[in-house]
């Protein structure tokens, strides 16, 4: 167990609709990572968190936006579904003190993801 | 952060050692190491890193060359439940933006 959590654990829906995902973090940690897995494109990050604040943007659709709240917690939201956006969603949270020494790790935990199916 | 190249697939008998290879010839001074392993569609579950120095926990031991142009990922004694995707990837550590660009990964079966 990694101390992320996932909500919901499987999703499924209809194209045309909107949906949100939801992860906590570890306790403590100040970064949230966003990452999809489809069936034929792999790890793909999408978008990082910091204390709230957008620190960087992977292959995130237009259509896709996150937030992290005061508490830390994320959500990802997907909106005009397409069969496409089916993959498996994972949450990702790292300590992250910005400012550090670029020597020290900084080491990401995973959440055991959202199964997203788009019918 | 720089490429890695890693076996597409590997095998190793229970109880043996798996040995996971990984080029990383164009690592840079401040990169570092990591292993990652990912169990059918469960989230990647992080195994060892280092920087330059061999490391050693619970999970593995990480074996990294002089040059720090290559390391090996070592199970010590693999059971089935070791049978996973294993990914090795290369990155600064911390900065203001520390994506992690995951490989295509060493699917490595166990068999008994």
């Known amino acids: 167990d990694s101390g992320v959590t996932q909500t919901p654990k499987h999703l499924i829906t209809a194209t045309g609709q909107r949906v949100t995902l939801r992860c906590s973090p570890r306790?403590?940690?100040?970064?949230v990572y966003w990452y999809q897995q489809s069936l034929d494109q792999g790890l793909q990050f999408l978008i990082q968190?910091?204390?709230?604040?957008?620190?960087a943007k992977g292959n995130i659709l237009e259509r896709f936006s996150a937030q992290q709240f005061p508490d830390l917690h994320s959500e990802l939201n997907l909106s005009s579904l397409e069969l496409g956006d089916s993959a498996l969603y994972f949450c990702?949270?790292?300590?992250?003190?910005?400012?550090?020494?670029?020597?020290?790790?900084?080491?990401?935990?995973f959440g055991p993801g959202t199964r997203l199916t788009v019918l | 952060d720089a490429k890695t190249t890693q076996p597409t697939s590997m095998d190793c008998a229970e109880g043996r050692a798996a040995n996971l290879p990984c080029n990383h010839s164009?690592?840079?001074?401040?990169?570092?190491v990591y292993w990652y392993r990912q169990i059918h569609s469960q989230g990647p579950q992080y195994i060892i890193h280092?920087?330059?120095n061999n490391e050693t926990n619970e999970m593995a031991s990480l074996i990294i060359t002089e040059d720090r142009k290559s390391s090996t990922l070592i199970l010590p004694h693999a059971t089935l439940r070791d049978t996973a995707v294993y990914y090795c990837?290369?990155?600064?550590?911390?900065?203001?933006?520390?994506?992690?660009?995951f490989g295509s990964g060493t699917r490595l079966s166990i068999r008994p």
């Open positions: 968190y910091y204390n709230g604040e957008e620190r």
């Open positions: 990837i290369v990155r600064v550590g911390r900065s203001s933006a520390s994506k992690i660009i």
């Open positions: 164009t690592i840079s001074g401040n990169e570092y």
């Open positions: 280092g920087l330059k």
């Open positions: 306790s403590g940690d100040l970064s």
């Open positions: 990702a949270s790292s300590p992250h003190l910005a400012g550090g020494p670029r020597t020290t790790a900084d080491t990401q935990y």
